[in-house]
Structures are given as C-alpha cells and as structure tokens.
C-alpha cells in the first residue's frame, strides 16, 4: 500500500523533469470549492462515534490514499485525494521536441480541450534547478477516462545525481490553482503548494519526503484541508520484498469530523512490499486531550484505542481490517 504511494510520487516527480504533454479522459465536471482552510486551532472532540471515521481520514492521509491518489498511468488504483489531483496533471507532462525549442506552446488533448504550457528553462536538453513549468488545463481529456482542469506550476528545486543511473537527489515543489480532476463522474479539486523531495544516493534506498503548510480539496461534495503536512517515506530495496518505513505529522480539518485533529506518528509504520503495515502507531489528538491510537496489529488488522475525556486511560478499544478502515471515508 505504501510503496504504491511511492511510486505515484516518483511518476509525479520524473513527471516534472519532462518537456511535453499527453492527455487526460472522462467527462467534466465540476468540483466544490475547498471549504476548510485548516489552521483554527479549534480541535474537534473525539467521541465513540466519530472515533471509525476520524481514524479512516488519517489513516488514508498517512497511508497515501487521502492525500496521494494513484496515476492514471500507473496500474494501481485511482483514490481520490488532493495530491491524486497533483500527480494526475504531472503524469501529462512528457518528452516532447517541440517543446524543447520555445518557451511556450498551446497543446490539444487527444479527444477534447488543451493545455497551454509556458517553460522556463537553463537548459531545453536536460533539466535543471530553477527550471520551471507552468501549465493551464481546459476540459484536458485524451480518452484514458480523467478530464483536467486548472493551473499547476512545477519547479524543480534541487537535482543531483544521476537520474538514469537512479542515483540522485531531486526536489520538486508543485503549486495548484484551482486544480480539478474528473474522473468516473467525480471531480476533485485541491489549492496549495506540495514540496517533494526524492533521495537515491544511498543504493538501493530512496527516502522520499512529501509537505505542505496548507492545502485545500474538495471531492464527491465534501471539502478538507490538511496543514502543516511532512510524510518521509523510506524503502530499502535491498531486501524482498522492499521494507519501507514511514513517519508523518499533520492536522486535518475536516466536516466529516466536526473540526480539527491533530496527528503524529508514536512508532514508525512499517511495512513490506505492497502490504498494510504490519507494525506502526499513529496518535490523533483531538479537543480537550481526547485521542485515537491507530495500532497495527499485522498487515491485515489494526486496533483503534479510544480516549474520549483527555484522562489518559482508553474508555474504548476497536479492532478492525485495514481494508475496512480505509474504506470508511468513502
């Protein structure tokens, strides 16, 4: 499930390095505004019955899901979610000869609508730090079942290494403007800024470190925001399969949930290859000390441990799936 997360960001980032466009497909749509804008300070109570759902958002945020859907390109599932929206526009952008010799073009989409791209670059042959790309989506749709709209503009901040070697450092920063992606009926959108930093000099580990101070989405009529975000995602590929851990803290502010609550990671999530993690703690901290602790058990089930009062001492313990968790936010 993780390393899934970790393959779309390097889709999204690679993406970012390349000087062309392909396309998008579906039908079109529009998204709600992204309401909350996270960042009240106004912690929302735990109770026992926002307890399921309140884990399954943070859970699909810390696992990838909420906050980095899949790309369409890539043979995973498509997941809803703010950096899902991010990726999706990234994967369009490929190499192009007619685009290394201007500065700008206006690019048809395969069935309907276009993107207008303006580059600045040091060099059109290779890719460069301060290099930037900026594109615009009108009703983008080239038959693979997305239609894109909105502006993103991606700047790669740092480069070192050897991309084809797969030694290398790469930094990417993504910022959204009215970003939308429909795709089967249902169009989500997302504003903010995303910070992207892939590490590959060690051999056979990457360490991938994803934040944000704030960013906005809205999908299927609901509409959240996560703020002050950083997800540091290591796979060690040196073993089969790969071991990959992730830490992560954030606050989610969501109406699902009343409010605010704030996340931490207790113990690393660890997990192998394409499973759940088989070990890990994430502590949600919600108004008045009130708390979740979201417990792996093992790669399919995972143990809710619920404080509703602030005292310290859980006045409720759930187990559940994985599967089932992260199903809980629709």
């Known amino acids: 499930m993780i390393r899934n997360l970790r393959i779309t960001i390097i889709a999204a980032c690679v993406g970012a390095l390349l000087t062309g466009c392909g396309g998008g497909g579906g039908s079109s749509g529009s998204a709600p505004a992204p309401g909350p ?19 399954g958002l943070v859970a699909n945020v810390a696992l990838g899901d909420g906050v980095f859907g899949a790309l369409s390109s890539i043979e995973i599932p498509t997941i809803p979610g703010a950096t899902g929206a991010i990726v999706t526009g990234a994967a369009k952008i490929s190499r192009s000869s007619e685009l290394e010799a201007t500065s700008s073009a206006s690019v048809s989409c395969a069935v309907f609508g276009s993107i207008d791209i303006d580059i ?11 290099d930037i790309y ?29 991309l084809q070697s797969g030694q290398f450092l790469l930094g990417v920063r993504m910022q959204l403007s009215a970003f ?25 580990v990457m360490t991938i470190t994803v934040s944000t101070s704030a960013l906005a989405t809205s999908s299927d009529g609901s509409a959240e925001a996560v703020t002050d975000l950083t997800v540091t995602i290591s796979e060690d590929q ?41 070990v890990g703690e994430l502590r949600i901290t919600g108004a008045e000390n009130s708390a979740i602790v979201i417990i792996a058990l093992d790669a399919n089930r995972v143990r809710l441990e619920i404080d509703i009062d602030g005292d310290g001492a859980f006045d409720e313990t759930l187990e559940t799936t994985w599967d089932e968790l992260m199903a809980l936010t629709g």
């Open 134 to 162: 900026a594109l615009q989506f009108s009703e983008c749709n080239d038959g693979d079942g997305v239609v894109t709209n909105g502006g993103m503009i991606i700047t790669i901040t740092d480069l070192d290494g050897d």
């Open 238 to 278: 040196g073993t089969f399969p790969a071991a990959i851990s992730v830490n992560t803290s954030f606050t989610i502010d969501s109406p699902r949930i009343g409010g605010e609550v704030r996340v931490s990671t207790s113990l690393a999530l660890e997990s192998s290859g394409d499973e759940y993690p088989y």
């Open 120 to 130: 600045t670059v040091a060099d059109p042959l290779q890719p460069s730090e301060n």
């Open 180 to 204: 939308q992606v429909t795709e089967g009926g249902e169009t989500t959108g997302a504003d903010g800024t995303v910070t992207i930093t892939m590490d590959s000099m060690t051999p056979s």
């Open 37 to 55: 804008t996270g960042g009240s300070g106004e912690l929302a109570p735990i109770t026992i019955d926002n307890a399921p759902l309140t884990a």
